[in-house]
């Protein structure tokens, strides 16, 4: 079975600040890796994703995240955040050869950019 | 491009009413996945599917059928509503399923009194 880990449920940042959203995950296969984007009211949308390759993956708006097996995590991080950012992100796992629509989703993290 | 649909946005039910949460999408995707969000907890998965006239249970089925009939609808049946069916409900779908984008509709959010 596969479970994710956001170890944040807040997190409160100034704008134009670094901000780094941390996930780990377990599983014992290897597993594809997602974060998602949720603004208010509205429904999910993929920021990015490791699928294989190179463990530093960059999506939209500026994030991107590593892959790091060893620790088994897939922070995402961001260097200078905007009020835009405001909202609560995802992080999700799917196992590599496994059953069709096992997404597993963490709990989220909220974030809030203030001025 | 309307991508993934979902109706109604709003709802509130009374107890052991029923209804059907409705879905559809325009990009021929051949799976479509419904998820429950409840605060602090995340997404669960209801029901998926990965074509037409096929459908597997998620992680939190009890309450809730599905059928795929075409494969740009996904219904959601709840009976017998009850107060724990509270939730925000999202459809998805994905081309090829677990290694691709999911898309998802906008949510309905149900209240069940």
């Known amino acids: 079975a596969q479970s994710v880990t956001q170890l944040d449920s807040q997190v409160p940042v100034f704008e134009e600040a670094p901000v780094e959203l941390r996930c780990n995950y377990s599983?014992?296969?290897?597993?594809?890796l997602f974060w998602y984007v949720q603004y208010p009211n509205q429904g999910l949308q993929l920021l990015l994703k490791?699928?294989?390759?190179?463990?530093l993956v960059k999506g939209i708006n500026g994030f991107e995240a590593e892959f790091n097996k060893s620790q088994t995590s897939f922070h995402l991080r961001k260097p200078s955040v905007h009020i835009s950012d405001t909202a609560e992100y995802f992080c999700?796992?799917?196992?590599?050869?496994?059953?069709?629509?096992?997404?597993?989703f963490g709990k989220g993290t909220k974030l809030s950019v203030k001025p | 491009n309307a991508g993934v649909t979902q109706t109604p946005k709003f709802r509130i039910l009374k107890i052991g009413q029923s209804m059907t949460l409705q879905c559809t999408q325009d990009?021929?995707?051949?799976?479509m996945y419904w998820y429950r969000q409840d605060p602090g907890m995340g997404l669960k998965l209801i029901y998926y599917?990965?074509?037409?006239?096929?459908?597997d249970k998620g992680e939190v089925p009890n309450g809730y059928n599905v059928s795929r009939s075409t494969t740009e609808d996904f219904p959601l049946r709840l009976e017998l509503a009850a107060p724990s069916q509270t939730s925000v409900y999202f459809c998805?779908?994905?081309?090829?399923?677990?290694?691709?984008?999911?898309?998802f509709g906008q949510g309905t959010r149900l209240t069940v009194v």
């Open positions: 998805a779908s994905s081309y090829l399923g677990q290694n691709t984008e999911a898309f």
């Open positions: 599983s014992s296969v290897s597993v594809y």
């Open positions: 490791y699928l294989s390759g190179s463990t």
């Open positions: 999700a796992v799917s196992p590599r050869g496994g059953s069709q629509g096992n997404l597993i």
């Open positions: 990009m021929n995707h051949n799976y």
């Open positions: 599917s990965v074509g037409a006239g096929i459908t």
